[in-house]
């Protein structure tokens, strides 16, 4: 299995002769993908234009229910899964607890996105999407590789992303969801920065479990 970091939320993977795209928004994108996981509709993990490049014909894209109609793919609501022979897709709750514009107004209310847990070669991938630390994550189960958003505001921190980590135990972690993104929210431009420090985040883990710290582009075979 290789996992390629892109950048932001946006991954590459190659498993079971598959290649899986997460969030499509950040990097370069030179090949067409046969599963296509988008977690939600915000502009930096959706993107129409990038879309377009990488499917093909027969490109499986699920995304959550929300989203479903502005990407053309399937929606699956927290629980449902989708296979693509030999891959099979659960989604997975994500959303925010206390982060919000206002009290009442989370960034991510239950049911707007999802996260993904990917099986393949024996393996569990587990892409937490945009997310706090919320109660159905102490029911995930062990977990091969974590995808993990460390860079607050918008979803959970270092601090809360360490205890996260902590619950679950997965083999390995690679930190995402931080630095610098400009986006389009509509017809509005928008510069998102997100100065979490990834070497903190892992020295927190240090003894814990290994935490992978990419750069963008970046490949690591698990």
């Known amino acids: 299995m290789e ?22 928004v950040f990097g370069n994108y030179n090949e067409s993908g046969d599963l296509v996981l988008i977690s939600h509709s915000h502009a930096d993990h959706s993107d129409i234009g990038i879309l377009s490049k990488i499917r093909k014909p027969g490109t499986v894209v699920l995304t959550s229910k929300e989203n479903q109609d502005a990407v053309n793919g399937i929606g699956l609501a927290p629980g449902e899964s989708h296979s693509l022979e030999p891959v099979k897709v659960t989604a997975q709750q994500a959303y925010n607890i206390v982060r919000g514009s206002k009290p009442g107004s989370p ?33 995930i189960g062990p977990i091969d590789v974590m995808l993990v958003p460390i860079g607050g505001f918008y979803l959970m921190d270092i601090d809360e992303a360490v205890k996260t980590v902590k619950m679950i135990r997965p083999r390995q972690v690679i930190p ?3 630095g610098v993104i400009d986006v389009v929210f509509g017809t509005e431009p928008a510069h998102i920065e ?11 883990l240090k003894g814990i479990t290994d935490v992978r710290i990419l750069d963008h582009g970046e490949t690591i075979t698990i």
Request: hydrophobic share 35%; no cysteine; aromatic share 16%.
């Open 176 to 178: 995402m969801h931080f």
């Open 194 to 204: 997100l100065k979490a420090d990834p070497q903190e985040f892992a020295d927190k």
């Open 107 to 139: 960034f991510h209310p239950k049911g707007f996105g999802v996260g993904w847990i990917v099986e393949s070669e024996g393996k569990r991938l587990y892409h937490l999407g945009d997310t706090e630390l919320i109660p159905e994550m102490e029911k």
């Open 3 to 24: 996992i390629t970091w892109l950048g932001w939320s946006s991954f590459k993977v190659k498993t079971s002769g598959k290649t899986i795209y997460f969030d499509p």
